[in-house]
């Protein structure tokens, strides 16, 4: 069973930064694409971006685009989550979740596995 692990979450400010990162147990993880999903208390799960396996194909919402970054190491088995300029509306437990068809898409429902999610906290 595939396991995948969120870490990195945390309190910050305002305009400052956090770094995700989602491990996971299997190799096969290099040939999937990899998601990340954020849902804020009383509101749905929301995409956050999402990337393939070469990073050649990378998505990201509009309101984190130009102020998130995804990336990932296939030797690790590890994708990450950089996320700059931090506002208070991005609060929220992330996720990252796994596909295993190659393809880059936005809909939750079209992951295959999911982490229990990390708190990332921004404060005003």
């Known amino acids: 069973q595939v396991q995948l692990v969120e870490s990195g979450g945390g309190l910050v400010q305002a305009g400052g930064s956090l770094s995700l990162s989602c491990a996971a147990s299997?190799?096969?993880?290099?040939?999937?694409?990899m998601g990340w999903f954020r849902q804020a208390p009383g509101k749905e799960l929301e995409f956050v971006g999402a990337i393939n396996w070469s990073g050649g194909s990378i998505s990201y919402s509009d309101s984190v685009k130009g102020r998130f970054t995804i990336s990932r190491d296939n030797a690790k088995n590890t994708v990450y989550l950089q996320m700059n300029s931090l506002k208070p509306e991005d609060t929220a437990v992330y996720y990252c979740?796994?596909?295993?068809?190659?393809?880059?898409?936005?809909?939750?429902?079209?992951?295959?596995?999911w982490g229990q999610g990390t708190q990332v906290t921004v404060s005003s």
């Open positions: 299997e190799r096969f993880l290099s040939w999937y694409v």
């Open positions: 979740a796994a596909r295993r068809v190659a393809i880059v898409v936005r809909t939750a429902a079209e992951y295959d596995y």
